[in-house]
């Protein structure tokens, strides 16, 4: 490769400034590579969930909750690029309860479902088991909160696999006041 002709010139003038510098026709010692740490290791602690360590199914879950049937929607997670963060939810396709979509319902545990459960906050239905189909499942943990839908992990300790699904946050946490939509009235009507 040849260098330019202004670089080599400012090889030779920086050469004569520092007399100290040696020509050599050796090869230059090769620097070993740096070596890379491990990660720390907190054992005993749980590993993070790693967004694609989840199935993606696309079918609406009915869940039941007393007199009232609510719709979770498959999500998947998506990664903002400005600010690098991850971020579930539902693919246009599945983000309205579409009736000639698959759906399936949650059948509850009769003594470790949600039924049992006073649903005060989120976080109250964590651990809240049932079934959908013939899979046992679990309210695992919280993979997004958002103004209006809370994602949850869903995982079936039998297959060990995990599904993330989005319901309306108003269904676990029934005192939750939704804040404003920026240029929205109270009424939900633009702002003039």
């Not at 510098?21 to 010692?29: D, I, M």
């Not at 609406?60 to 991850?86: A, N, Q």
């Not at 319902?105 to 049932?130: C, F, H, M, S």
């Amino acid at each position: 490769m040849k260098e330019s002709f202004p670089k080599r010139i400012l090889a030779i003038v920086n050469r004569w400034r520092n007399p100290a510098a040696q020509v050599s026709f050796l090869p230059p010692a090769e620097n070993p590579r740096p070596k890379v740490k491990p990660p720390n290791s907190t054992s005993g602690s749980e590993p993070e969930l790693v967004p694609g360590n989840f199935f993606a199914f696309e079918f609406f879950i009915e869940l039941k909750l007393g007199d009232s049937v609510h719709i979770g929607y498959p999500s998947v997670p998506t990664r903002d690029m400005t600010t690098k963060l991850v971020r579930w939810g539902s693919k246009l396709e599945w983000s309205w309860p579409d009736p000639s979509k698959a759906r399936a319902p949650w059948i509850d545990d009769v003594q470790l479902g949600l039924a049992k459960r006073t649903l005060v906050n989120v976080e109250d239905a964590l651990g809240a088991e049932g079934m959908i189909g013939d899979k046992p499942m679990r309210f695992e943990r919280i993979l997004f909160l958002g103004r209006n839908q809370v994602v949850y992990a869903l995982h079936c300790p039998t297959q060990n696999f995990r599904i993330a699904y989005g319901f309306d946050r108003v269904i676990f946490e029934p005192n939750y006041i939704r804040p404003e939509a920026p240029g929205l009235q109270g009424d939900g009507k633009l702002k003039s």
